[in-house]
């Protein structure tokens, strides 16, 4: 039997909901965008599969668009929470498998979560603090949140740790952290060895608590 490809459906052709319909895209999905504003829409014809004028917190024009057939439908409505609320519950109505939700602000998200959709997201908040993990400490290239006590890292070798090797710098046994992988001139060494010296531009995948990484990034500033 084929395997059955996803099809997904964009709700709100913004910043986010434009790229993600983009993404998907281009990476050979089915994609129907919908968006309340002609130019938007206009916007996005000749990039996904199909792009439609449509108000979506009107439930006919949701029917008739057949949303109930997509796998997933991305609400990525921002400034008008009321409609991105409102579209929701009748996605939710309508019996839509899966539904991913961008929302604006910690309230808008205990509602989406309280009215059934499957997956809030927070762009700009997630965004918003990997910049600042960035600032504070500029090795920091990459900051995953994994739960609210764990996190991935992504960590540009400090110089003091250039020229020691992972044994020398001892991370699991002095930060309980554990060097995941190490990326150097663009390849990523999953099983890096403990002897093998760390040089400039190395780049290390480090996985902890997050008071552990970031008494690792003090040390290291
Ligand atoms: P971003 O930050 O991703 O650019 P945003 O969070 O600022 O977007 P808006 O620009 O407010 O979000 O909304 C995104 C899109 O959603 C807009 O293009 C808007 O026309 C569309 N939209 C808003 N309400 C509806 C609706 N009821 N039906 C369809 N589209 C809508
Ligand atoms: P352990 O007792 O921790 O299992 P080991 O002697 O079996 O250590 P080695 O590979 O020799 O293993 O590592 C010695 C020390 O080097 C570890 O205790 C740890 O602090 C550090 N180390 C080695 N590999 C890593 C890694 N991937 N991430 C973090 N620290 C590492
Ligand atoms: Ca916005």
């Known amino acids: 039997m084929a395997k059955h490809k996803k099809q997904f459906a964009i709700i709100g052709l913004g910043r986010f909901g434009s790229s993600v319909a983009k993404f998907l895209s281009e990476m050979g999905y089915e994609v129907l965008a919908i968006d309340d504003n002609a130019e938007r829409v206009q916007d996005l014809v000749n990039v996904v599969t199909h792009a439609v004028s449509a108000d979506s917190t009107d439930e006919e ?8 057939n997509f796998d997933v439908v991305v ?6 929470i009321q409609a991105s609320i409102l579209t929701t519950l ?21 509602v ?20 600042a993990h960035h600032l504070i400490s500029p090795n920091i290239m990459e900051h995953i949140e994994l739960s609210s006590d764990y996190s991935i890292v992504e960590m540009t070798a400090p110089s003091a740790m250039r020229g020691k090797n992972l044994r020398q ?53």
């Open 61 to 68: 024009a949701m029917r008739a668009l057949g949303i109930r």
């Open 75 to 80: 609400v990525a409505i921002g400034e008008n």
């Open 90 to 110: 009748i996605l939710k109505d309508l019996g839509v498998g899966k539904i991913i939700v961008k929302a604006q602000n910690e309230l808008h998200g205990k």
């Open 112 to 131: 989406l979560n309280k009215i059934g959709a499957d997956k809030v997201v927070f762009p700009e908040r997630d965004m918003g603090l990997r910049v």
């Open 169 to 221: 710098l001892d991370i699991r046994a002095k930060y309980q952290c554990n060097v995941l992988a190490v990326k150097r001139d663009g390849e990523m060494n999953i099983s890096f060895p403990a002897d093998e010296p760390l040089c400039r531009d190395d780049v290390l995948v480090i996985v902890g608590r997050n008071e552990q990484l970031t008494r690792l990034e003090q040390v290291y500033a």
